[in-house]
């Protein structure tokens, strides 16, 4: 397994690489060096200038030897490296779709066992892990380093939304599940990140998908809106310590989301009658009368991490059709 120091050492070798080649590579580490392997950083230089393209492979005295992969940045993140926490599925996986569109190498964290074989490309990384299990976090990042070099891109989505419970009936024991699943593992995320998102070869970047919640929240969700509230605040800080890095952090606040597994056509009538709507008036219970779907609350993170946000950190949006309660 991959050490912190190991992975923040890769990632170091991978930007000295981009920026001797002028773009975002990725770095594969290879069990065996080839014996044409360039040596080093003035081996990867004589190269360019000899042949005026980046060799199939370097070696470092340490870490080791790497494969190369340098292509032509024919759409926006080639040559970056994003990973994502819970996205199998909803929002999660939208964000995948979205940077793999984008041209990313993406790696998916997800207590779904089919995260592994949920996409096909090559630039695809699943790992089957409990968000709860801080050593299998650790072990993804540095699985990360190990397939393409480092990280650039960060998305922090897993979380669950349990059934409403209001405050006088809410158990300490489900209370500590929420915080669990939907706080601590961003802390872990954060902190392994941090290393590597310093050495990106453009600039580290975090989005956190927090929710509507956040800034309007409903009774009977107590664990869940402190949950979000709390790692918006972790997210805020973070943008504070780490602008000195040149790591942007910021925040999306969806709305509910309704084309996913756990928006059942039972629940979301009962939710609908709860409020004296039908299930469309129910979906779309916003000033604009639209309904949000995953597929534009991924596409929009995967903008908030391109260009047109590298000079904004620490900044909270709503995705959620226009809500009085917060504007």
């Given at each position: 397994?991959?050490?912190p120091?190991?992975s923040?050492a890769i990632?170091?070798r991978r930007?000295s690489v981009a920026r001797?080649?002028g773009?975002p590579?990725?770095l594969?580490?290879l069990?065996?060096t080839p014996?044409?392997?360039?040596?080093?950083l003035?081996g990867?230089?004589?190269?360019?200038e000899q042949?005026?393209t980046?060799?199939?492979?370097?070696?470092?005295?340490?870490p080791?030897?790497?494969a190369?992969?340098a292509?032509?940045?024919a759409a926006?993140?080639?040559?970056?490296v994003a990973?994502v926490s819970g996205?199998?599925?909803g929002?999660g996986k939208?964000?995948?779709e979205?940077l793999?569109e984008?041209?990313?190498a993406?790696?998916?964290?997800d207590?779904?066992p089919?995260?592994a074989?949920l996409f096909a490309s090559?630039?695809?990384l699943?790992?089957?892990?409990?968000v709860?299990?801080?050593a299998g976090?650790?072990?993804a990042?540095?699985?990360?380093a190990q397939?393409f070099?480092?990280l650039?891109?960060?998305v922090?989505n897993?979380?669950?939304?349990?059934?409403g419970?209001?405050?006088e009936?809410?158990?300490t024991?489900?209370?500590?599940r929420v915080l669990?699943i939907?706080?601590?593992?961003?802390?872990?995320?954060?902190?392994?990140?941090?290393?590597?998102?310093?050495q990106?070869p453009?600039?580290?970047?975090?989005?956190?998908?927090?929710?509507k919640n956040?800034?309007?929240?409903g009774?009977?969700a107590?664990?869940?809106?402190?949950?979000?509230?709390?790692?918006?605040q972790?997210?805020?800080?973070?943008?504070l310590?780490?602008?000195?890095?040149?790591?942007?952090?910021?925040?999306?606040?969806p709305?509910?989301?309704?084309?996913?597994?756990?928006?059942?056509?039972?629940?979301l009538?009962?939710r609908?009658a709860?409020?004296?709507?039908?299930?469309e008036?129910y979906?779309?219970r916003?000033?604009?009368g639209?309904?949000?779907?995953?597929?534009y609350?991924g596409?929009?993170?995967?903008?908030m991490?391109g260009p047109l946000f590298e000079?904004?950190t620490?900044?909270?949006i709503?995705?959620?059709?226009g809500?009085?309660?917060?504007?």
């Open positions: 397994m991959t050490t120091s190991q923040v990632a170091e930007q001797a080649l773009r590579v990725w594969t580490a069990a065996e014996s044409d392997a360039v040596d080093g003035d990867l230089t004589a190269h360019i042949t005026g980046a060799p199939a492979s370097i070696a470092f005295e340490a080791g030897g790497f190369i992969e292509p032509d940045p926006a993140f080639v040559g970056e990973l996205g199998a599925s929002i939208a964000v995948v979205a793999l984008r041209g990313a993406v790696v998916n964290l207590v779904n089919a995260v074989g090559t630039h695809y699943g790992i089957h892990v409990d709860t299990d801080e976090l650790i072990a990042m540095g699985a990360t397939r070099g480092g650039d891109m960060l922090l897993a979380g669950i939304f349990p059934p419970v209001r405050i009936d809410l158990e024991s489900a209370w500590d669990r939907n706080l601590d593992p961003n802390l872990v995320l954060l902190r392994e990140a941090h290393g590597l998102l310093k990106a453009r600039y580290g970047r975090v989005v956190v998908n927090a929710s956040v800034l309007a929240p009774a009977g107590a664990a869940y809106s402190s949950s979000k509230a709390a790692v918006t972790m997210a805020r800080v973070a943008a310590e780490w602008a000195k890095d040149g790591v942007r952090v910021n925040i999306v606040h709305d509910q989301v309704f084309d996913t597994g756990i928006w059942t056509e039972e629940v009538k009962a609908a709860h409020y004296g709507l039908t299930v008036q979906k779309r916003n000033l604009l639209v309904e949000i779907k995953s597929r609350v596409n929009f993170i995967a903008e991490l000079n904004v620490g900044v909270q709503p995705v959620d059709g809500s009085d309660r917060i504007i």
